[in-house]
């Protein structure tokens, strides 16, 4: 969520909704941790009656959003799984930056997919943090070391 907040700040995508967004995205892993936690997580939410606009944040946050043939042969349910507003890629994004508690630059994302055999999301990922550091006007990856994962939010005056 910190990180999410940094971009969303930079950026002037609406800060309630990235909050809300980085703090639900794994909702589904209540039910699975496999890759179908975002479609059940945005299932759940939906059962909740939250806003649509953070239900598809959750649907679309797994990897760097899912293309419609990926979906296809994942076995997933036919529905958009790629992040497209503003929000929807700062939480997919700020999710690949963060590795077990701790912020990872990019091009150790980008390494993350490319171990895991998934190159081509390696790159979309990469394509959504040049275009993300560019609506930020800072690359992200300058941005990392002056958040305070544990620490203040970078908005709380804003609060
Ligand atoms: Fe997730």
Redesign the pocket.
């Known amino acids: 969520m910190r990180v999410a907040e940094a971009i969303a700040l930079r950026c002037g995508a609406s800060l309630a909704l990235v909050r809300a967004g980085a703090l639900l ?2 909702l ?2 209540g039910r699975t941790h496999g890759i179908r ?2 479609v059940e ?1 945005a299932r759940r939410a939906r059962e909740l009656g939250l806003p649509e606009e953070l239900v598809l944040i959750i649907q679309k ?2 990897g760097a959003g899912i293309d419609p043939e990926n979906a296809k042969g994942l076995g997933l349910p036919p529905l958009d799984y790629m992040p497209s507003t503003l929000e929807e890629r700062i939480v997919c994004h700020a ?1 690949n930056l963060v590795d077990d508690g701790a912020v990872i630059g990019s091009q150790e994302a980008y390494q993350d997919f490319v171990g895991k055999g998934l190159e081509r999301q390696g790159q979309r990922m990469l394509e959504m943090h040049h275009e993300l550091s560019e609506a930020c006007g800072v690359d992200i990856d300058e941005m990392m070391p002056s958040i305070d994962l544990k620490g203040h939010s970078p908005c709380s005056e804003l609060i």
């Open positions: 995205h794994d589904g892993r936690h975002g997580g946050h797994v999710d």
